[in-house]
């Protein structure tokens, strides 16, 4: 049997970085407000948060596939401005997969920041340290637990994407044919072999990351107070 | 699944298509590029005949390989001649005939196709999958004809289907697509039928089901013929 094309794997490998790279600038500053706003809009940016989760990603596909067509607002600037259009491209996967994995960073990040309360943020206040001294010096740390969890989370849904890179990819390699399309089409075309050689490596990597996630996790437990 | 729950899933799955070969109903999977003229054709049988007929649309790939895996259709109307002939050698087919010959055409999101598009300023090519779709492997030998495969490279998206590279072009994503006539808007560039190989297309019945069996007599009868070929589909 020969050796599988992991030029895949590796695009995943990178989407998925990319994408969690950028969920943590973005979903950071917006766990924290939710978790601790009292504005009445909260629940719905919350339930926002949340659709991916219940969406198919066929509709999320679809969606991007009309609002990144240089026909719609977003995609007319959009190329106009870069010179390509978004579908087809790593960087329209990188924004769909963001999107897509919204909640897996969002919701384990609003938790255990919700966990830390307001008691060590006041305290850290009445100890003179600036608003944004105490959220890196006293939350995030204390928030770390939430920040792995967000950060693992996001990073596997991403590799296991599939439905919206069908919908708005186009199976180009290098840039849009991620492993699961790869695997998909090999399966399509009967070729069981290279199917079962990438799903292998796949099932490898997902499951050696995740036992190394939580064994780390173990190892450093969060001392409180 | 143990041995048990093996049996009791596939005679689950025999129970439900001997109904529907009793009850004069049948599922018919059938490749994407003829999914809508497929449709088209039900009303008259099904008024003429009293049969009932369910189609899936997919790839013919993917619906070969679902065929190979056990999938539960009484019909397979394909987008090729080559996933029958497997099937039939496979002994998985009990009958087969040719019911249309799909045409490729070059359609442009903004109509006004032709044979110059192809040489313009375009940022992508919509086309089926080669791998997996008759119209993209149609699609694949038609610009190698032309010299253009390797110049193109970069700029040629795929859809899983044809029906999926027509969407790639009819939203604006990609700005011309090589696609089945039976789905391109007027304004089509009709590609020359020397610069792929025919897309003959060919159905098989996989079980016995009257319904199935009247379905694909009646796709060669002229009254559907003439509604395929008004489709978009060429004469046999």
Sequence with gaps: MSWPDLAPLWLSVQLAGVTTALLLIIGTPLAWWLATTRARIRPFIEAITALPLVLPPTVLGFYFLILFSPNSTLGGLWRDAIGATLTFSFTGLVLASALYSLPFMVQPLQSAFEAVGRGPMEAAATLRAGKLDAFINVAMPMARRGFLTGTVLSFAHTIGEFGVVLMVGGNIPGQTRVISIAIYEQVEVLDYAQAHALSAVLLTFSFTVLLLVYTLNRRAPVRVG | MDRRQFLFASSASAAAWSVRAATGSALVAVAANFAKTAEGLLPMFEASTGYQITLSSGSTGQLYGQITNGAPYDAFLAGDQARPALLAQAGLSLNRLTYARGLLVLMQAEGGASEA????????????????????????????????????????????????????????????????????????????????????QDAVLLRENPAAAAFLEYLNTEAAQATIRAAGYGAL
């Design chain 2, 117 to 200: 598009s192809l040489q313009g300023d375009f940022n992508h090519l919509a086309i089926a999958n080669p791998a997996l779709a008759p119209y993209g492997l149609a699609a694949k030998q038609a610009l190698e004809k032309l010299g253009l495969w390797q110049a193109l490279e970069g700029r040629i998206v795929m859809g899983q289907n044809v029906g999926q590279a027509y969407a790639l072009v009819a939203s604006g994503n990609a700005e011309l697509g090589l696609v089945a006539r039976s789905y391109a808007p007027a304004g089509h560039w009709p590609v020359p039928e020397a610069y792929y190989a025919p897309i003959l």
